[in-house]
């Protein structure tokens, strides 16, 4: 475009969206969660690593980086102009927003996905799932974008508006330019991420992990929902899963914040994600922090689940 510091063929995110005529609001909306992605960057950079309620060096109150991230990004989103309806993972309450009635998303997001790993310089990341209207409780199949930034050693976004997957990168200017249209994953694959304590999967899951070892798939999780299933989509190829656990029949991740906008990615990548007997798409909230267990990723490997489990529970 002609701007100093870019080469000709960089496309931002902007242009990006423009050029597949994504709607006005909406490319707003997604420029706003980028911009604000900016300053959660720096903070988690540079940023103190405060708990809540403390004050810093300076007498500030210091802010645990979920809650900052959090209030950055439920600025960003109040102020849009788009946005009706706000729910986020650190607030746990539907927020209506909208003061002169232009919003036209409900928004849910998960400010720092992973943020117990900052302390120890692991990757975190931020996801939101955009919905048309004002109602929230939608199964994610209604959703008309996700999308996830990933800090980690580069900073990207990623997201779908229901016409494939396209990755971006942050350059020097704190810019995202398009890095890559995302290929489509392999039927199955060779890396598994595991997450859960493996003495409480039950026996369908076991089975699933031992299947999946005995034909080699490479251990690969870190811990961090972003970053892990960021692998295995641009490898394009494996399966996260975050099962129903003995005592936690309903798992660890949530629905709203977690997965949907995790699993309209991956349909959209050509993989598949499910509870272990629905697709994750098609479950109907009952509450804004419901859990499910989630297998997700490879379209064999994640039908492989849903029937050890249907066989062994
Ligand atoms: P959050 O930090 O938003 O509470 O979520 C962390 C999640 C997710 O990133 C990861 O997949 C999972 O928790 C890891 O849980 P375990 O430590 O139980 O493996
Ligand atoms: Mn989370
Ligand atoms: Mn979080």
């Given at each position: 475009m002609g701007e100093p510091g870019k080469t000709p063929m960089q496309i931002d995110l902007r242009r990006h969206l423009r050029e597949k005529e994504i709607d006005r609001d909406l490319t707003?909306?997604?420029?706003?969660?980028?911009?604000?992605?900016?300053?959660?960057?720096?903070?988690?950079?540079?940023?103190?690593?405060?708990?809540a309620g403390t004050s810093n060096l300076y007498g500030e109150e210091q802010l645990a980086l979920d809650v900052l991230s959090?209030?950055?990004?439920?600025?960003?989103?109040?102020?849009?102009?788009?946005?009706?309806?706000?729910?986020?993972?650190e607030t746990d309450e539907i927020i209506k927003v909208d003061s002169n009635g232009s919003g036209r998303?409900?928004?849910?997001?998960?400010?720092?996905?992973?943020?117990?790993?900052?302390?120890?310089?692991?990757?975190?990341?931020?996801?939101?799932?955009?919905?048309?209207?004002?109602?929230?409780?939608?199964?994610?199949?209604?959703?008309?974008?996700?999308?996830?930034?990933?800090?980690?050693?580069?900073?990207?976004?990623?997201?779908?508006?229901?016409?494939?997957?396209?990755?971006?990168?942050?350059n020097h200017l704190?810019?995202?330019?398009?890095?890559?249209?995302?290929?489509?994953?392999?039927?199955?694959?060779?890396?598994?991420?595991?997450?859960?304590?493996?003495?409480?999967?039950?026996?369908?899951?076991?089975?699933?992990?031992?299947?999946?070892?005995e034909e080699g798939s490479k251990l690969r999780y870190s811990g961090g929902l972003v970053p892990d299933f960021n692998q295995i989509l641009l490898k394009g190829k494996g399966m996260f899963l975050y099962p129903h656990l003995k005592g936690k029949p309903q798992g660890k991740l949530r629905l709203l914040y977690e997965l949907n906008p995790m699993a309209f990615i991956m349909e959209q990548a050509g993989g598949a994600a499910s509870n272990g007997k629905i697709p994750i798409l098609d479950v109907q909230p009952?509450?804004?922090?419901?859990?499910?267990?989630?297998?997700?990723?490879?379209?064999?490997?994640?039908?492989?689940?849903?029937?050890?489990?249907?066989?062994?529970g």
């Open positions: 707003r909306l997604i420029c706003e969660i980028a911009d604000a992605s900016k300053y959660i960057v720096n903070s988690i950079r540079t940023g103190d690593l405060g708990v959090d209030r950055i990004l439920r600025k960003r989103l109040t102020y849009s102009g788009v946005v009706n309806t706000i729910v986020s993972e998303f409900a928004v849910a997001y998960d400010p720092l996905d992973g943020s117990s790993l900052v302390d120890v310089n692991l990757a975190v990341g931020t996801i939101v799932s955009i919905f048309e209207g004002d109602d929230i409780m939608q199964p994610g199949r209604k959703q008309i974008a996700a999308l996830y930034v990933l800090y980690g050693p580069r900073t990207t976004l990623v997201y779908t508006s229901g016409d494939g997957v396209y990755e971006f990168n942050m704190m810019e995202y330019t398009l890095t890559q249209k995302v290929s489509l994953l392999a039927e199955s694959g060779g890396i598994y991420s595991p997450g859960g304590q493996r003495n409480l999967y039950s026996k369908g899951v076991e089975a699933l992990v031992s299947k999946l070892e009952e509450s804004i922090d419901q859990t499910e267990p989630l297998f997700i990723g490879c379209r064999k490997e994640v039908e492989l689940a849903e029937r050890l489990i249907a066989e062994l």
